[in-house]
């Protein structure tokens, strides 16, 4: 059910890019849309609470595990409306410490709303609000004793920023962009940084390859049932294309 449900979050952007191509194939001058494909290899550590395990917290060290993350942003002309942002990230891990061994699916979307006072081909800026809606589980096996699990359902609404820098005639650019400030009892801070590369550009579309550094804190706090904190850090690699 877990793979199912993986497998559906990620599909969704790309059906979406895939429809936006289709309905708007001859308006490149009113609408864009830019698909990505990011996969990130992250450490993981930090430590967690279970009820039935008191009010200790106790160490979290996660398997180093490959991750995937699917987005796509569709942009408009009408300077009023807030453009849109869809991304779908898979975050599962296994690990084991403290005579523990444990499983943590902290799978998330995130929708975006945000404008775009400078877009062009030496500049990106963008800002706007986030909703991160995570849909996961903490379990815990204990040796010689029973297995603990608690359902991690939160929505976080948060504030998004890109800005991107291109070096002119090399076809490289610089970019910062994350999600921060979230305005719930659960906090995240996922922050990126990359260096891009153009290596195609004509009258249909433009492809980067990025790689870089990503960031991401979790804090959760569900009262008494739950309380944890993560962090994840690692390299990454992406793929875009913008239509």
């Not at 400078?118 to 096996?141: I, M, Q, W």
């Not at 204990?142 to 297995?147: E, H, K, N, S, W």
């Not at 994350?178 to 550009?201: C, K, M, P, T």
Request: aromatic letters at 12%; one cysteine or more; charged letters at 25%.
């Amino acid at each position: 059910m877990t793979k199912r449900c993986s497998l559906m979050r990620l599909t969704l952007p790309a059906a979406l890019v895939l429809a936006s191509t289709v309905v708007f194939p001859a308006h490149a001058d009113l609408f864009s849309i830019e698909a990505e494909a990011q996969y990130w290899n992250p450490d993981g550590s930090g430590s967690d609470s279970l009820t039935d395990m008191g009010e200790e917290m106790f160490p979290a060290n996660w398997d180093r595990n490959g991750q995937l993350r699917l987005s796509a942003s569709f942009q408009h002309f009408i300077p009023l409306i807030p453009n849109v942002r869809l991304e779908t990230q898979e975050l599962e891990f296994t690990g084991s410490s403290s005579g523990f061994d444990g499983r943590l699916d902290l799978g998330h979307d995130t929708f975006t709303l945000f404008y775009a006072p400078l877009d062009n081909d030496l500049t990106r800026l963008h800002f706007g609000v986030s909703l991160k809606r995570v849909r996961g589980y903490l379990e815990r096996d204990i040796v010689d004793g029973p297995t603990t699990r608690d359902d991690i359902d939160a929505d976080i609404p948060m504030v998004y920023l890109l800005l991107e820098t291109s070096l002119p005639f090399t076809g490289l650019s610089v970019q910062g962009s994350g999600h921060f400030f979230s305005f719930d009892d659960n906090e995240v801070q996922d922050i990126e940084a990359a260096i891009r590369y153009r290596f195609l550009d004509n009258r249909m579309f433009e492809g980067y390859i990025s790689a870089g550094y990503r960031s991401l804190n979790f804090k959760i706090d569900e009262g008494q049932r739950l309380q944890a904190d993560y962090d994840f850090r690692g390299p990454f690699v992406a793929v875009n294309l913008r239509f």
